[in-house]
């Protein structure tokens, strides 16, 4: 079955540290990648996607994700993360067909 | 002006009740899904509908309603609403790319809904 895991479920990090987030899929056929973030009270928004092309994407507010299909994963990073970041993400995975299957999310907090 | 409106943003209920959760967008958006966030699973698809006279039953959809009365609104209705379904219930929309490929969601700000 097609399913998508995140393997942190509650990252915690000091300001300027580095942040990476492991999302891997379970599909050999063609996907559309996403990553969401949902920041405290607010409605899920968009930080990057991948269709096709480069595999390395760059997304908003200084986030990146790499798209490395031999090993279906589509991982989020961020190389200085601010207090600011503090918010859930999820992941994403459209697997061709008709919606976006979800991650379960990771929180991660940034400690000042 | 948001582009994903949700009414109610709050709601709580007694078990037994109806419970309409309404969705209107003004982005010209022909797909249109209702979601249920409950902590530690994520996002999980409850009803779509790519058009108006098109509804699916998504991955949860036992215990739900929905009614897609326009292009621009879907409404997700509990019959006989339960505890379990308490939960953060969110609408989102997609077009499809100029390619014809599948493309970004967008969210509305969700309902968070409690049946007591």
């Known amino acids: 079955a097609q399913s998508v895991s995140q393997h942190n479920h509650h990252v915690i990090l000091s300001e300027a540290a580095s942040l990476e987030l492991g999302c891997n899929y379970s599909?050999?056929?063609?996907?559309?990648l996403f990553w969401y973030v949902q920041y405290p009270g607010q409605h899920l928004q968009l930080l990057l996607k991948y269709f096709s092309g480069d595999p390395l994407v760059k997304g908003i507010k200084g986030f990146e994700a790499e798209f490395i299909k031999s090993k279906f994963s589509f991982n989020l990073r961020k190389p200085s993360v601010q207090w600011s970041d503090t918010a859930e993400y999820f992941c994403a995975v459209n697997f061709n067909d008709y919606k976006l299957s979800f991650g379960a999310g990771t929180t991660v907090t940034v400690r000042a | 002006d948001a582009d994903v409106t949700q009414t109610p943003r709050n709601r709580i209920t007694k078990t037994g009740k109806r419970i309409m959760l309404e969705c209107s967008q003004t982005?010209?958006?022909?797909?249109m899904y209702w979601y249920r966030q409950d902590p530690g699973l994520g996002l999980r698809l409850i009803y779509y509908?790519?058009?108006?006279?098109?509804?699916n039953k998504g991955e949860i959809s036992d215990g739900y309603s929905v009614s897609r009365q326009a292009q621009a609104k879907f409404s997700l209705s509990l019959e006989s609403a339960i505890p379990n379904q308490t939960a953060l219930y969110f609408c989102a929309t997609s077009d499809l790319s100029v390619s014809g490929l599948y493309n970004e969601q967008f969210f509305g700000p969700g309902t968070r809904l409690t049946v007591l």
């Open positions: 599909y050999g056929g063609t996907v559309n």
């Open positions: 509908s790519f058009d108006v006279k098109d509804i």
């Open positions: 982005k010209g958006h022909d797909r």
